[in-house]
């Protein structure tokens, strides 16, 4: 069963967070009643730096996502800024 930690609980038994964690699975952290993280332990892929089993195709997804042609557009600064544009020239 997965446990729901306060904040202020789980910084105090942070140890025994991580231990419910391997063996209970995923521990949800709340701040006033509401979920804010979620604690979850590495399995032996993830830990030895391989792939992830819950790989959800982002990196994928960036890496076939299209080119933009001639690269990103200026980004036009105020000429009072005293700066040069963040892309390109103006």
């Given at each position: ?72 557009p ?17």
């Amino acid at each position: 069963m997965n446990a729901v930690w306060q904040v202020q609980e789980a910084k105090s038994h942070f140890s025994e967070l991580v231990e419910c964690a391997q063996r209970e699975g995923p521990q949800l952290i709340t701040r006033h009643g509401r979920p804010v993280a979620r604690v979850v332990a590495l399995g032996d892929t993830e830990a030895a730096g391989t792939e992830a089993e819950s790989d959800d195709g982002f990196i994928e997804f960036l890496l076939n996502a299209p080119k933009l042609e001639g690269g990103l557009p200026a980004m036009p600064r105020s000429p009072e800024a005293g700066r040069p544009p963040l892309f390109g020239e103006q």
